[in-house]
Each structure stands twice: as structure tokens, then as C-alpha cells.
């Protein structure tokens, strides 16, 4: 059985004015990722299926788990693709187990509130009241970031979208130092997905919590990308385009610094002004 790949090739009949040709194109591969707990008993219990871009798997899950608070790398024993033989050849790379080393949280609802796709994230997210239960706001401070920093964040995103120059086609999430230095990006058909990639990244490498970085993503802000965001410790988010007002609601009330509209030499600032140093 291949792997699937972040990129899938496809024959296409382009068409300029009258023209036609027929040429190859490259895709970006979407496909089910469903992600399954083993507790430490033995437990079994899917919690999320989502459409992703195959790669960087093991991290997605990751920081699924540690942004909606089922458990931190920490809680990990191992992840890794399913082998169960109950499962046809071309669904393995489609299916992670996550081993934990403790029981498997017992939530309400867990099935509908993780239910995940790339166009809207987790649906039924917690409200803020009910994020106040497991993320402490943001203490205030931390290295100041330069307007300068801010304008050149986007072309450094985009310089880090390997699969983007391919195909068009995908999301992205970047981190950042408060300097403006590129530390990891990672691409999704799934805005969230990219968070959680990177989140996942950072957890399994011993990051977190991420206090004075910079997240940087390439659409809109919403609700679950500062709930992502928060839970990693990122003071500060940066989107190409507009946040949602709920996400201004969680970045004002959490100490969150927001920034929208982030083009050019010109953005919009939402929430914490105080981090963005204008002298």
C-alpha cells in the first residue's frame, strides 16, 4: 500500500480563450484522519475525524489533544498508525492510535464535540466560559515586537509553503520568534489542522508553552484558532485576513495580542496593543 502524499497528481483540460490543452496538475491530497485513544487499560475510543492533508500526522494528533485538553505530550506513551487487521490496506495511513498513559478522558458528548472537518475545525467548541476551566489568561508582557517584524511575517509564511507553490491550495500556520525568525511552518487544506500540526510540533519537541513567539496563519482568525493559540501559550496571533468576533472577545478577555488584515505595511490590531512596540 503507497502512503498518501501531501500533493496528488490529476489530468486537466485547461482552457485560454479558445484554447484547450490537456496537461497534468498537482492537487492537494485531502483524506480522513480519524484519531483514536488507547488508555492505559485498554480502553478504545475514537475522538476526532478530520479531513487533512496527509504529513506531518502524528503531530496533528498531538496538538488536537493538547488544544482541546484530553491530554499533554507528557500524557503520551507513543502514536502511531494503525495496524488493526479489521482495517483495509489503503485506510491505515488514514487511522492513529495514541497510546496515553493514563485512562481515557471521560467527556460528554465526546464523539459530536470532536467531530472535525477542514472547513469549520472542532464544531461545538466551549464557550468562554467554559474555557476559563482548564486555560488561565495570559500574564501581560513579553518581548515587544517591531511593526517591522509584524509586515515582514507574511512573505516568510509564504517562503515556508513548500506545498502551497505546488498546488494553490493549501492553509498554513507558521511560528515565530518575537524577532521575526522562522521557526516551523506547517500546510493544510484545514486552517486548524495547520495549528494543530504546529502546536503538535512543539509539544513533541518540549516547546511548550510557546510565551514570547508569534503565531502566524494565512486565512482568517477564529474562534478555535486563538483556543488553539491560548492553549499553547502563544501571546500573540497574526492572520492574513479578519478575525471573527468571537476570537476578539477570547483575545481581550484571555490577554491575547491579535493582529488581522496583515498585508503589506498595514494591519489591524484587536487586542493587546500593549505587545507592539510603537516607539
Known amino acids: 500500500m503507497t502512503r498518501p502524499g501531501p500533493t496528488t497528481r490529476a489530468r486537466i483540460r485547461q482552457l485560454?480563450?479558445?484554447?484547450?490543452?490537456?496537461?497534468?496538475?498537482?492537487?492537494?491530497?485531502?483524506?480522513?484522519?480519524e484519531i483514536r485513544l488507547i488508555g492505559a487499560d485498554g480502553t478504545r475510543r475514537t475522538v476526532a475525524i478530520t479531513m487533512r492533508t496527509p504529513g506531518h500526522d502524528f503531530e496533528l494528533a498531538a496538538g488536537f489533544l493538547h488544544g482541546e485538553g484530553l491530554t499533554g505530550a507528557d500524557g503520551i506513551a507513543s502514536i502511531a498508525y494503525c495496524s488493526d487487521e479489521d482495517l483495509?490496506?489503503?485506510?491505515?495511513?488514514?487511522?492513529?492510535?495514541?497510546?496515553?498513559?493514563?485512562?481515557?478522558?471521560?467527556?460528554?458528548?465526546l464523539?459530536?464535540?470532536?467531530?472535525?472537518?477542514?472547513?469549520?475545525?472542532?464544531?461545538?467548541?466551549?464557550?468562554?466560559?467554559?474555557?476559563?476551566?482548564?486555560?488561565?489568561?495570559?500574564?501581560?508582557?513579553?518581548?515587544?515586537?517591531?511593526?517591522?517584524?509584524?509586515?515582514?511575517?507574511?512573505?516568510?509564511?509564504?517562503?515556508?509553503?513548500?506545498?502551497?507553490?505546488?498546488t494553490g491550495g493549501l492553509h498554513a500556520a507558521g511560528l515565530f520568534?518575537?524577532?521575526?525568525v522562522r521557526l516551523a511552518v506547517r500546510e493544510d487544506v484545514g486552517r486548524h489542522n495547520a495549528v494543530d500540526k504546529l502546536v503538535g510540533w512543539s509539544a513533541m519537541g518540549g516547546r511548550l508553552p510557546l510565551a514570547g513567539h508569534v503565531l502566524m496563519v494565512s486565512g482568517r482568525a477564529g474562534y478555535e484558532i486563538m483556543q488553539k493559540a491560548l492553549a499553547a501559550g502563544v501571546p500573540v496571533v497574526c492572520a492574513v485576513s479578519a478575525p471573527s468576533s468571537l476570537a476578539v472577545d477570547l483575545a481581550r478577555e484571555f490577554g491575547l495580542t491579535l493582529v488581522g488584515f496583515l498585508r503589506g505595511e498595514r494591519?489591524?490590531?484587536?487586542?493587546?496593543?500593549?505587545?507592539?512596540l510603537m516607539e
Open 111 to 166: 464523539e459530536r464535540h470532536f467531530v472535525t472537518s477542514s472547513a469549520c475545525g472542532v464544531c461545538g467548541s466551549a464557550g468562554l466560559d467554559r474555557l476559563h476551566e482548564r486555560c488561565d489568561p495570559l500574564p501581560p508582557g513579553g518581548p515587544p515586537i517591531a511593526p517591522e517584524v509584524l509586515y515582514g511575517l507574511p512573505d516568510a509564511l509564504r517562503a515556508g509553503q513548500g506545498v502551497f507553490g505546488k
Open 16 to 33: 485560454s480563450g479558445r484554447t484547450v490543452r490537456e496537461r497534468r496538475d498537482d492537487l492537494a491530497t485531502e483524506e480522513p484522519l
Open 177 to 180: 520568534t518575537a524577532d521575526g
Open 88 to 109: 483495509p490496506p489503503e485506510e491505515r495511513y488514514n487511522t492513529v492510535t495514541v497510546r496515553l498513559r493514563g485512562p481515557v478522558p471521560d467527556l460528554p458528548a
Open 267 to 276: 494591519c489591524n490590531v484587536y487586542a493587546g496593543h500593549e505587545r507592539i
